[in-house]
């Protein structure tokens, strides 16, 4: 099975300019999730898809929004940029069957720089 | 507040020798923990989780863990270090305080870097 894809793998911005990033879990998965990664603050959770439903939010800004396909791919938008976007955003499937929890499979990343 | 933590900012070992990499937890209810790996530039992998049963969990490239209730850790272990595993660690909790559905959301550590010298 081919592993979390994430478009674009790098990207430049200039404040104040809005992103658009994309994710498409392991076929079948139907949770995603995404995290930003930052030297100073390291992994911390954005939100949380599952069948189109968000199901859970960290605590970011309003600017930080998300949503999910009817076939589980998701995109993440960050409106305004500032400085402090850029990070390392990383997306992150799960397979949920009803069982046992199960892990999240992350992606490569999209390495978001802003000027 | 549920929380993950690791100790070790960096953790030096010579290869063939034994490795650690300490974590240790705190959530409400039954933990549900996992190890993940990261290489420059990449994604984090996955290595072992705990959910429930044994307290040693087998994990990827001869990685395991021990997770001790009493003392709220959960460390990782090798019997025999590589240069290749030379990587970023992170430790993380499934969060158990959702807003009364399941979630996937993970609590992480700050990360452990792990240099192995030849």
């Known amino acids: 099975k081919a592993g979390v894809t994430q478009t674009p793998r790098y990207l430049i911005k200039t404040r104040g300019q809005q992103v658009t990033l994309s994710c498409s879990p392991i076929s079948g998965h139907r949770s995603v999730s995404w995290y930003q990664q930052t030297p100073g603050q390291g992994l911390q959770f954005l939100f949380e898809y599952f069948s189109e439903t968000q199901r859970n939010k960290g605590n970011f800004p309003g600017r930080f929004s998300g949503r999910q396909f009817s076939n589980s791919r998701s995109e993440m938008n960050v409106s305004t940029l500032e400085l402090g976007d850029s990070a390392l955003y990383l997306c992150?499937?799960?397979?949920?069957?009803?069982?046992?929890?199960?892990?999240?499979?992350f992606g490569p990343g999209t390495r978001l720089t802003v000027l | 507040a549920q929380s993950v933590a690791q100790p070790e900012d960096q953790v030096n070992v010579a290869e063939g020798n034994p490795l650690t990499v300490k974590c240790t937890y705190s959530?409400?209810?039954?933990?549900?923990l996992f190890w993940y790996v990261q290489y420059p530039n990449r994604g984090l992998q996955f290595l072992l989780k705990?959910?429930?049963?044994?307290?040693l969990v087998k994990g990827s490239y001869g990685f395991e863990a021990e997770f001790n209730k009493s003392q709220t850790s959960f460390h990782l272990k090798k019997p025999s270090a590589l240069v290749s595993d030379s990587a970023l660690y992170f430790c993380?909790?499934?969060?158990?305080?959702?807003?009364?559905?399941?979630?996937?959301?993970?609590?992480f550590g700050t990360g452990t870097l792990l240099a192995v010298q030849p």
């Open positions: 992150a499937s799960s397979l949920e069957d009803g069982g046992s929890y199960n892990e999240q499979f």
């Open positions: 959530v409400s209810g039954n933990p549900y």
């Open positions: 993380a909790v499934r969060d158990s305080l959702n807003y009364g559905g399941a979630t996937n959301k993970l609590i």
């Open positions: 705990y959910i429930t049963g044994d307290n």
